[in-house]
């Protein structure tokens, strides 16, 4: 039985891009934290390192921010998008809510501040991060629209890296576009 979920799990993961990068499911259910749909993984703690717009490290562990793509350190606006993450999280208590774990056995996770900030959200507003549309099967529909949002609106005003010419992290990695679902598996639209 539990086989049969892990399957179904990942099968649903890669049916909207979340398999792609050999992410594996943890075993959870969805619970609310601040009003998110999460995980049922839970840490907290202080943030002791940021290792650049998308990873930290709390209590020994290696997280990786969800639903968003940071700029590579080598890369234009790389070392800026770290320094805005580390402005925001270093040497602060957190929670991170998580559902899988990725290759590198980082949890993949959404960081929320004390007075329930969304970390990641934080960095796609400041133009610090982009929107990883790739992987927005795995959120909630309210949080897509909030990420599109978020993403409009910081370039729009040309934020961060949207004030520069900036490639987008998978493209600098890998010399293509992510592959963006038309429709996620339980029916809602994509956001725009």
Request: proline share 5%; charged share 15%; aromatic share 8%.
């Amino acid at each position: 039985m539990r086989m049969h979920l892990w399957v179904l799990s990942v099968t649903f993961l890669s049916a909207c891009g979340g398999g792609g990068d050999g992410s594996m499911p943890v075993p959870s259910s969805a619970l609310s934290y601040c009003g998110v749909t999460t995980g049922i993984g839970r840490i907290e703690g202080t943030v002791t390192s940021v290792h650049d717009g998308d990873t930290i490290m709390v209590n020994g562990q290696s997280i990786r921010l969800d639903s968003i793509d940071a700029p590579e350190l080598s890369q234009a606006w790389g070392i800026q998008s770290r320094d805005h993450l580390a402005a925001l999280v270093l040497n602060q208590r957190v929670t991170v809510t998580y559902a899988k774990k990725d290759l590198y056995e980082r949890v993949v996770g959404t960081v929320f501040k004390p007075d329930c900030t969304n970390v990641s959200l934080k960095q796609v507003s400041s133009g610090a991060a982009w929107y990883y549309e790739a992987y927005q099967c795995e959120i909630e529909i309210r949080l897509r629209t909030a990420y599109a949002a978020a993403q409009t609106s910081a370039r729009t005003a040309a934020l961060g890296l949207w004030g520069a010419p900036a490639v987008a992290p998978w493209v600098f990695r890998n010399g293509v576009d992510a592959k963006v679902p038309a429709s996620c598996p339980n029916g809602d639209a994509p956001s725009d």
